[in-house]
């Protein structure tokens, strides 16, 4: 049996919990939203066995990390984990549509699938579908909400801008 660990850790897009197990960080889930899930009874919350985790996610949202560096161990299918591979690559205060994400993992026909890919990631902010968005620049579903999209966004732009408190509203 896959010992599992979970936190929840407090940010300014609300609580996130946090989810691992011996192989990497399995999943980043809001409180609220439409892929919210509650522990499993088997589950044992541990703040020292997420706390990898949590200091970069602390580091993200202090504007101080770009780039996390943690082990990964989402579950999905070949083409979900292909598509959450390709999130990994794009860059930090940039934003890529659909139909570009379907292009690089090379099935630009598979738009509509990407999206559910996208919207069904387990590692929200780490491996960034915040940065998708609609081919005419629209904000389109994120499982924290379109606010707190927004505000991801305009707080990496900030960062990337050098001036994060003057962008994040």
Not at 44 to 67: C, D, I, K, N, W
Request: hydrophobic residues 40%; aromatic residues 10%; positive net charge.
């Amino acid at each position: 049996m896959t010992r599992v660990w979970y936190d929840n850790l407090p940010t300014p897009i609300g609580k996130l919990r946090l989810v691992a197990d011996e192989q990497g960080l399995r999943g980043v889930w809001f409180e609220t939203g439409r892929h919210r899930r509650e522990p499993e009874p088997s589950w044992v919350h541990s703040p020292r066995a997420l706390g990898f985790a949590r200091e970069q996610l602390e580091q993200y949202f202090a504007g101080t990390r770009q780039v996390f560096e943690l082990p990964l161990h989402p579950l999905g299918t070949p083409f979900q984990l292909a598509v959450w591979q390709e999130l990994a690559r794009i860059p930090y205060g940039a934003t890529i549509s659909y139909g570009e994400l379907a292009r690089r993992i090379g099935q630009p026909q598979a738009v509509r699938a990407v999206g559910a890919a996208n919207g069904r990631n387990p590692l929200p902010i780490v491996l960034p579908c915040h940065r998708v968005i609609g081919t005419d620049g629209s904000l389109t579903g994120f499982g924290g909400g379109l606010p707190a999209k927004r505000f991801l966004l305009a707080m990496e732009q900030g960062v990337a801008h050098g001036d994060l408190f003057g962008r994040v509203t």
